[in-house]
T-cell receptor, first 112, second 116 residues
Framework: DAGVTQSPTHLIKTRGQQVTLRCSPK?????VSWYQQALGQGPQFIFQ???????QRGNFPDRFSGHQFPNYSSELNVNALLLGDSALYLC???????????FGPGTRLTVL | AQKVTQAQTEISVVEKEDVTLDCVYE???????LFWYKQPPSGELVFLIR??????QNEISGRYSWNFQKSTSSFNFTITASQVVDSAVYFC?????????????FGQGTRLTINP
């Protein structure tokens, strides 16, 4: 039973660039949530996608956007990267928007 | 607004000792859920337990146990006879279901080191 997978594992970008992170949910799950975890901090909620729609959003600027595909996989896009966007980006999936969330291994983004 | 506080930033114990990780939460909702996740050095958050606000029964799973007390807004986690493999960062989290969606609110985490 495949768990949540994320790609790429690591990414290095420069300020002002754009980045796309990808997530495939655990088998049987239809909801994807994204979190940002700065070094030494707890994860911060970015948004949740269910039925290809953004259902809830955290306190992140519009530079952060997402998409969910019919196969339930998801992308997180960040435009105009800032140094402060350097973090571990975690994807979590669940069966339905209110069930327990299971996390992937994350994508480590470094912005130089 | 919801908030989770894990006052212990780091804990270090010797193997086989018992250790308790504290978690205090704030919410105005009457229905909510509490979680504990483990984050080993690999970075992936591993789900440990989910508790709803109407179930105050303590739970035990092997060497792990959880004490949920609504009166003090606490959801503490105890590891009995700790092992080196328990070394990780542990996060307590809180959520409510809002408009059919949920977001997890995490504490700052407690870094647990088990020394051989």
């Amino acid at each position: 039973d495949a768990g949540v997978t994320q790609s790429p594992t690591h990414l290095i970008k420069t300020r002002g660039q754009q980045v796309t992170l990808r997530c495939s949910p655990k088998s049987g799950h239809d909801t994807v949530s994204w979190y940002q975890q700065a070094l030494g901090q707890g994860p911060q909620f970015i948004f949740q996608y269910y039925e290809e729609e953004e259902r809830q959003r955290g306190n992140f600027p519009d530079r952060f956007s997402g998409h969910q595909f019919p196969n339930y996989s998801s992308e997180l896009n960040v435009n105009a990267l800032l140094l402060g966007d350097s973090a571990l980006y975690l994807c979590a999936s669940s069966y339905g928007a209110t069930d327990t969330q299971y996390f992937g291994p994350g994508t480590r983004l470094t912005v130089l | 607004a919801q908030k989770v506080t894990q006052a212990q930033t780091e804990i270090s114990v010797v193997e086989k000792e018992d250790v308790t990780l504290d978690c205090v939460y704030e919410t105005r909702d009457t229905t909510y859920y509490l979680f504990w996740y483990k984050q080993p050095p690999s970075g992936e958050l591993v789900f440990l337990i989910r508790r709803n606000s109407f179930d105050e029964q303590n739970e035990i799973s092997g060497r792990y146990s959880w004490n949920f007390q609504k009166s003090t807004s606490s959801f503490n986690f105890t590891i009995t006879a700790s092992q080196v493999v328990d070394s990780a960062v542990y996060f307590c989290a809180l959520t409510s279901i809002i408009q059919g969606a949920q977001k997890l609110v995490f504490g700052q985490g407690t870094r647990l080191t088990i020394n051989p």
